[in-house]
């Protein structure tokens, strides 16, 4: 578990886009998505979906990945690495709380209801994950 400075986690609570990086196990090159990405108690946390080829990679075994965090106006950055743990809604109590205050840092009014009711309706094949990385590194310029 990391520790992020004060200026470091006020960085982190601000409404900045994350590009996560996984590898491919079939061409061991890289898939680089853009995502919402929130720093609590010591973890990094991303939400995705079943029908992402992120999930794809994940249940194949493939867990490194690497997480940047770069303001588009400047040049201050978080950048983490480590093997993301899977978290599905039955493997923590708070899965939905936690889901809830991502949507809240990224979305405002209206928007966070349509996204919390696409999340909870999804079909089982695009069903809502987390990912957890306890980072084993971590760079930043903050």
């Not at 400075?5 to 601000?14: A, I, P, T, V």
């Not at 590009?19 to 108690?41: C, G, M």
């Not at 939400?47 to 992402?52: D, E, M």
Request: proline share 4%.
């Amino acid at each position: 578990m990391v520790a992020l400075s004060e200026s470091q986690q006020n960085f982190m609570d601000r409404k900045i886009f994350a590009s996560l990086s996984i590898t491919s196990p079939n061409t061991s090159l890289p898939l680089v998505t853009t995502v919402w990405a929130h720093f609590e108690d010591g973890k990094f946390y991303i939400i995705s979906n079943k029908a992402t080829a992120k999930w794809r990679y994940l249940k194949s075994g493939q867990t490194a990945i690497g997480i940047n965090i770069c303001d588009p106006k400047g040049w201050p950055y978080i950048s983490v690495n480590g093997h993301a743990k899977v978290i599905h809604e039955d493997d923590r109590s708070d899965f939905w709380e936690l889901i809830e205050r991502i949507i809240r840092k990224y979305n405002t009014g209206q928007a966070i209801d349509t996204w919390l009711h696409k999340m909870h309706s999804a079909p089982v094949e695009a069903r809502r994950f987390l990912l957890e990385l306890d980072p084993e590194n971590l760079y930043t310029s903050i």
